[in-house]
């Protein structure tokens, strides 16, 4: 029995493998293009070579692109969009810190600030009962008017940027996670060296392309479907090979 043959079958197995993992990223991706905040994602692949003989390739991890978002304008002044580098950090369930793009925030039950995803904000300040009107400003001086009307300042929020954004970890949620290969989270206020700034009344939209992905789709269709051609008929082949044996 030919050894190739085995090698077209592991080979086109692997590539249908891969295939369908990487529409699993581009679906995400498609399904995430109306999500605030959202960073489109991309596969990584890695070639698989063993004792010199090729062996197909693997998805060895998706890595976020972090693209500034295009900007809507909205009637609601708890929209907050950072223009530039940083993430806002938030409480995570289990009480770590993530980190997300999402400013589209609303007040829960306690009065605190908390993402679409409802994760707490993580900032110096509070919001005292009565408290209307609240905005940030681009420096992420956070004010209101209280029941006088008077303007108050409730606190500060802080943005947190990365030497390498793209190597954070998806936590799912809109949420990311610090990674060795983001590197130490770096904390800075909103207009400082390096950091971006922050407005009210606008939110960054999803950076994924439609036209890109559902491109990327039709490329992984056809190619799913070469490969599901060569596992059919390299499997043909070799059952027949083992009933001429037989024979």
């Given at each position: 029995?030919?050894?190739?043959?085995?090698?077209?079958?592991?080979?086109?197995?692997?590539?249908?493998?891969?295939?369908?993992?990487?529409?699993?990223?581009?679906?995400?991706?498609?399904?995430?293009?109306?999500?605030?905040?959202?960073?489109?994602?991309?596969?990584?692949?890695?070639?698989?070579?063993?004792?010199?003989?090729?062996?197909?390739?693997?998805l060895r991890?998706?890595?976020?692109?972090?693209?500034?978002?295009?900007?809507?304008?909205?009637?609601?002044?708890?929209?907050?969009?950072?223009?530039?580098?940083?993430?806002?950090?938030?409480?995570?369930?289990?009480?770590?810190?993530?980190?997300?793009?999402?400013?589209?925030?609303t007040l829960?039950?306690?009065?605190?600030?908390?993402?679409?995803?409802?994760?707490?904000?993580?900032?110096?300040?509070?919001?005292?009962?009565?408290?209307?009107?609240?905005?940030?400003?681009?420096?992420?001086?956070?004010?209101?008017?209280?029941?006088?009307?008077?303007?108050?300042?409730?606190?500060?929020?802080?943005?947190?940027?990365?030497?390498?954004?793209?190597?954070?970890?998806?936590?799912?949620?809109?949420?990311?996670?610090?990674?060795?290969?983001?590197?130490?989270?770096?904390?800075?206020?909103?207009?400082?060296?390096?950091?971006?700034?922050?407005?009210?009344?606008?939110?960054?939209?999803?950076?994924?392309?439609?036209?890109?992905?559902?491109?990327?789709?039709?490329?992984?269709?056809?190619?799913?479907s070469m490969?599901?051609?060569?596992?059919?008929?390299?499997?043909?082949?070799?059952?027949?090979?083992?009933?001429?044996?037989?024979?």
């Open positions: 029995m030919p050894a190739s043959l085995f090698q077209t079958l592991i080979i086109s197995r692997q590539d249908i493998l891969s295939r369908m993992r990487d529409l699993d990223v581009t679906s995400n991706n498609l399904a995430n293009i109306n999500t605030a905040g959202y960073k489109t994602s991309r596969s990584n692949f890695q070639e698989m070579l063993n004792e010199q003989l090729k062996e197909g390739n693997q991890g998706t890595q976020m692109l972090t693209m500034q978002g295009a900007f809507k304008e909205t009637a609601n002044s708890l929209d907050w969009a950072i223009q530039g580098e940083g993430f806002f950090s938030v409480t995570l369930p289990d009480g770590t810190v993530g980190y997300t793009r999402d400013g589209q925030l829960d039950a306690e009065r605190n600030l908390v993402t679409a995803s409802g994760y707490p904000l993580v900032w110096d300040g509070s919001i005292p009962e009565g408290t209307v009107n609240i905005s940030v400003s681009a420096a992420g001086t956070v004010s209101g008017q209280d029941a006088t009307g008077a303007s108050v300042n409730l606190g500060t929020v802080g943005l947190t940027r990365f030497p390498n954004p793209n190597g954070l970890t998806s936590f799912g949620d809109n949420a990311w996670l610090e990674s060795d290969a983001s590197g130490a989270a770096q904390a800075g206020a909103p207009g400082d060296e390096n950091f971006g700034t922050l407005s009210s009344f606008r939110v960054e939209q999803s950076n994924v392309e439609m036209s890109q992905e559902l491109t990327h789709l039709i490329t992984l269709q056809r190619s799913f490969s599901l051609k060569a596992f059919q008929q390299t499997d043909e082949m070799i059952a027949l090979a083992i009933n001429l044996r037989k024979a």
